[in-house]
């Protein structure tokens, strides 16, 4: 096995609600490209489903996104999107918010593997 | 690639065709054995891949039911930050400029496939250095302690998924090269070879057999010879025999043998 590191880096996109998003960027994942474009999205209660898919579909184009951050109740309204990418990179991250624990069974990537290990193994 | 032309019928299955001859069976025979190897170096590249895609599978687990923990511990750190310094969030989403912590790819190879990793890596300055200077510093400070340690821990997830996914595929390719050559390039080598080694044996009867039937034609044509010669002898000596009854006519021209010395 051979590790080739490449020269240029990429950001972490994020979609959640309030508090993810001021937790993470507190931790440092927040930018503002050339055109003012952030890298994040705020979703709050009266924010559409459609301006979350516009939003999550620019980051999926994205050359300089590697890795996307979402909280799983939003990603479970915009499911279709995130079933319909299929691409390695960039990487769709599924986390919990403060309301929402993590559900392994709504998972887009554990349904891959279904069949492939047990609900008993999450515990 | 050169597409042959294959025939296929009820009976012996499908085949390619092609003139039954000893330099094509030498050919299909050792293109049956690269196929065999084929099969058997494919193979070994799937079961490699699925040994590293169970383990990945295994990791992303562990490490998702981690996350929860981890994300529970950002959350309620925030909840402190937020008890100790107010509402920082307008503050924090307002400022966010450029990201300190970054990811940088990582590539790596397993078994012929090309993986692609994820590493943080921070550059550049805290942009949050200096809030919640004016109130509950150290909450907020540990708060952002708190998002980094998750913000690797993700990292490292979102590494794990993409090598799921990126095996997932590569899995299924070779998985249906394997089945390919298993279940139809095999067989067809087999049904060819086959063919060929029953034309040769037949060719070769219908050649024992013309022999057969030239010899005993043979045989045959010698024996009427034979026959035809002791007839003609039979009759030379009972003409040399009445012509020794009569007295030699020197006038005849007669077979003088040479005297040798």
Redesign the interface.
């Known amino acids: 096995?051979?590790?080739?590191?490449?020269a240029?880096?990429?950001?972490?996109g994020l979609v959640g609600d309030?508090?993810t998003?001021?937790?993470?960027?507190?931790?440092?994942?927040?930018?503002?490209n050339a055109t003012r474009e952030?890298?994040?999205l705020?979703v709050k209660q009266d924010t559409v489903i459609g301006e979350i898919e516009t939003f999550l579909k620019r980051l999926l184009t994205r050359k300089d996104i590697?890795?996307i951050?979402i909280n799983q109740h939003i990603a479970n309204d915009v499911r279709h999107i995130i079933e319909a990418h299929?691409?390695?990179?960039p990487?769709?991250?599924e986390?919990?918010?403060?309301e929402h624990?993590?559900d392994?069974l709504k998972?887009s990537?554990?349904k891959?593997?279904k069949g492939?290990?047990s609900i008993d193994?999450?515990? | 690639r050169v597409r042959e032309a294959v025939v296929s019928t009820q009976s012996t299955g499908d085949k390619i065709n092609v003139f039954p001859s000893r330099m094509i069976l030498s050919v299909m025979k050792t293109r049956y054995k690269g196929a065999q190897k084929g099969h058997s170096l494919l193979k070994k590249k799937s079961d490699a891949l699925t040994l590293k895609f169970?383990a990945t599978?295994?990791k992303?687990?562990e490490n998702?039911?981690v996350?929860?923990d981890v994300?529970?511990a950002?959350?309620f750190s925030?909840a402190e930050a937020a008890y100790a310094a107010g509402d920082?969030?307008q503050t924090?989403?307002q400022n966010?400029?450029?990201?300190?912590?970054?990811?940088?790819?990582?590539?790596?190879?397993?078994a012929g496939v090309q993986l692609?990793n994820?590493?943080m890596?921070?550059?550049g300055s805290?942009?949050?250095q200096l809030?919640g200077l004016g109130k509950g510093g150290q909450t907020?400070t540990r708060?952002?302690e708190?998002?980094?340690k998750?913000?690797k821990l993700?990292?490292e997830?979102?590494?794990l998924?993409?090598?799921?996914?990126?095996l997932?595929e590569a899995i299924k390719i070779t998985n249906r090269r394997v089945n390919g050559i298993e279940y139809v390039i095999i067989p067809r080598f087999e049904n060819t070879i086959a063919y060929i080694v029953e034309e040769l044996d037949e060719r070769d009867r219908e050649e024992f057999y013309r022999l057969k039937k030239v010899q005993d034609k043979k045989k045959v044509i010698r024996a009427k010879q034979k026959k035809f010669l002791e007839e003609y002898n039979a009759k030379q000596e009972a003409v040399e025999a009445a012509s020794e009854a009569a007295p030699r006519n020197l006038l005849e021209t007669e077979h003088d043998p040479d005297i040798m010395f």
């Open positions: 096995m051979t590790k080739v590191t490449m240029k880096s990429h950001l972490l309030e508090d998003c001021t937790a993470f960027l507190l931790g440092g994942i927040g930018e503002l952030a890298n994040f705020v590697g890795i951050l299929t691409n390695p990179i990487a769709l991250l986390i919990p918010s403060k624990p993590y392994p998972d990537i554990l891959r593997a492939m290990f193994d999450m515990r | 169970r599978l295994k992303i687990i998702k039911t996350m929860g994300m529970k950002v959350y925030l920082i969030s924090v989403i966010a400029d450029k990201a300190q912590n970054k990811i940088k790819f990582t590539k790596d190879n397993v692609t994820f590493t890596h921070s550059e805290d942009v949050y809030t907020v708060c952002k708190t998002a980094q998750a913000i993700l990292i997830l979102a590494s998924q993409t090598t799921f996914i990126t997932d």
